[in-house]
Nanobody, 118 residues
Framework: QVQLVESGGGLVQAGGSLRLSCAAS????????MAWYRQAPGKQRELVAS???????NYADSVKGRFTISRDNAKKTAYLQMNSLKPEDTAVYYC????????????WGQGTHVTVSS
């Protein structure tokens, strides 16, 4: 079992920055990929960014050049640095961890709200 706790959300003006954190606990040894997803009101949850254990990253086109995902394996924490925020970035942001042992299993945090005002 893996538990994920997000923090760092809040209200920010357009053009501002926020840094989200996702702290993992439990059976974290086998976490392969950590990712951030977001879900805006009335929309489906979408992948924002992901990072593998080895540091390979992937970003949604809408956030490339503005968001940076990073991971501190020693601290069992993933981060999402969000710069040049836009109102359309407003959503609940969820941390995701993929564990690979015999089978693959995904874990989710409870979400943190990000609101960007224009």
């Amino acid at each position: 079992q893996v538990q994920l706790v997000e923090s760092g959300g809040g209200l920010v003006q357009a053009g501002g920055s926020l840094r989200l954190s996702c702290a993992a606990s439990g059976s974290t040894f086998n976490i392969e990929t950590m990712a951030w997803y977001r879900q805006a009101p009335g929309k489906q949850r979408e992948l924002v960014a992901s990072i593998t254990r080895g540091g390979n990253t992937n970003y949604a086109d809408s956030v490339k050049g503005r968001f940076t995902i990073s991971r501190d394996n020693a601290k069992k924490t993933a981060y999402l640095q969000m710069n040049s925020l836009k109102p359309e970035d407003t959503a609940v942001y969820y941390c995701n961890a993929v564990v690979v042992v015999v089978a693959t299993r995904a874990y989710w945090g409870q979400g943190t709200h990000v609101t960007v005002s224009s």
